[in-house]
């Protein structure tokens, strides 16, 4: 997305800004933080950190802590840090506003999009860059990208519940729970390197079917944890856990 923005003759500038309250713990938020002001001082770009006010969050997500990914959680979340954005470019003389969530096929477009509508429409004169961030030839470039700055490769999308639901889907299907930080993943590399298994993890298929998975679980057990742990069980012997054959597709490559 950088790269596309970048080279784009409507712009003239481009800025970074990083507003993440959602992701936790605060370690992986500063990781994921520090590898963004990376890429922006290498390719002398401006950087902005906003505020980690994760206590508002919380609060704006309150009774949405079961909610499944791409649920009415992920819609606030959305919300919250794009009226960020485009708050900060209504004040700063900014006239478009993107986000990086649309470029991943684990992000809902149209959810994520529609976010960044409604953020634009509070301000006069500006507008929400929408293009087709998931196309293969994308992807594949996001990946390429990334294998060749060796970015951190995180295992989950980013917050609290995200983290939840992840390490007890893989706890029900013998996987290693995640690992926050350090030179080794809970499961697989922990920096991208290879552009086409990275493609790869990220197919639509994978993710179609880890979706699925999601809403057959939240559809028989609601916010129940019980029975969500044990509805998660029912996945053990399916695709996603080859771990016999050495090969784990699609769960650690938000």
């Excluded at 096929?105 to 006069?124: F, I, T």
């Excluded at 992840?166 to 926050?180: E, Q, T, V």
């Excluded at 298929?205 to 979706?211: A, P, T």
């Amino acid at each position: 997305m950088v790269e596309e923005m970048r080279s784009s003759p409507r712009l003239d500038r481009v800025v970074i800004l990083i507003y993440n309250p959602n992701i936790h713990p605060r370690k992986e938020y500063e990781i994921r933080k520090e590898e963004n002001k990376r890429f922006c001082e290498e390719l002398g770009i401006e950087f902005v950190d906003a505020d980690y006010d994760a206590d508002n969050w919380y609060a704006r997500t309150k009774g949405m802590e079961f909610d499944p990914e791409r649920g009415r959680r992920c819609t606030e979340c959305f919300d919250m840090r794009m009226e960020r954005t485009a708050l900060y470019a209504h004040e700063n003389g900014f006239h478009a506003i993107a986000t990086t969530n649309a470029t991943s096929r684990w992000k809902d477009a149209e959810q994520v999009n529609a976010s960044g509508y409604r953020a634009a429409e509070r301000y006069d004169g500006l507008k929400y860059w929408c293009q087709d961030w998931q196309s293969d030839e994308m992807t594949l470039r996001k990946y390429e990208i990334s294998a060749e700055e060796r970015f951190y490769k995180q295992e989950y999308c980013g917050c609290s519940y995200s983290l939840r639901d992840s390490n007890d889907w893989r706890k029900a299907n013998g996987i290693p729970k995640i690992r926050i930080g350090g030179e080794t993943a809970g499961l697989g590399d922990r920096y991208f390197s290879d552009p086409l298994a990275d493609a790869a993890e990220e197919s639509q298929d994978v993710v179609d079917e880890f979706f699925a998975q999601a809403k057959e679980i939240a559809a028989e057990a609601g916010t129940d944890v019980k029975k969500r742990k044990e509805a998660m069980k029912v996945y053990r012997d399916r695709r996603k856990n080859e771990k016999d054959d050495g090969v784990v597709n699609g769960l650690n490559n938000w």
